[in-house]
């Protein structure tokens, strides 16, 4: 073996620790959401920019809306729902709880999902710099009993949420009936 074929063997190393070191620092400055992060929950924001928030099951409407940090009822007015029970909806839907897609359905594939007449709706009233409202629905139960199939009417993914949030809102449903 010549100097030249050890200078190139040296060269072709040297590359190689290079080309590793860089990818290192890529990987590192890479930003890593949080397992509980906003971006990671079916609504993509934090709990507390939720500014109103209203449940539906047919002719039954539950809405609250935010008085400084707890919940207040405005419908049904006369009917007694605890605002604890509000927070951890909310809090399934938003930062508290992570949701997972499972896919990406047209219209025609949601009835697999439950979603062609879903069980109930959820309207939120996102506020702070980009105001906006999210309505999303709920669909039936996963094959294991454990969460719920949700869709956002402003994206084609179906999600997958913890079921307790079908429990909250029953427990909503059966306080305003």
Not at 64 to 77: K, M, N, T, Y
Request: charged share 25%; no cysteine.
């Amino acid at each position: 073996m010549t100097w030249r074929h050890v200078t190139w063997i040296y060269l072709v190393l040297v590359a190689l620790a290079l080309a590793v070191v860089v990818d290192q620092r890529v990987k590192d400055s890479a930003p890593v959401v949080a397992e509980g992060a906003p971006e990671k929950s079916l609504l993509g924001v934090d709990a507390t920019v939720i500014e109103e928030i209203a449940f539906r099951r047919g002719v039954t409407i539950v809405r609250a809306s935010r008085d400084g940090e707890r919940w207040r009822v405005i419908e049904p007015a006369a009917k007694e729902i605890p605002p604890d029970l509000i927070a951890a909806a909310v809090g399934t839907l938003t930062a508290g709880q992570v949701s997972e897609v499972v896919a990406e359905a047209p219209g025609s594939e949601l009835g697999a999902f439950g979603l062609t007449e879903p069980d109930f709706s959820v309207r939120a009233v996102i506020g702070g710099q980009r105001r906006r409202v999210i309505q999303v629905f709920v669909g039936a139960n996963n094959p294991t009993n454990t969460a719920v199939y949700a869709k956002r009417d402003d994206r084609p993914e179906v999600f997958l949420v913890g079921l307790n949030l079908r429990y909250y809102a029953a427990l909503m449903f059966d306080a305003a009936g």
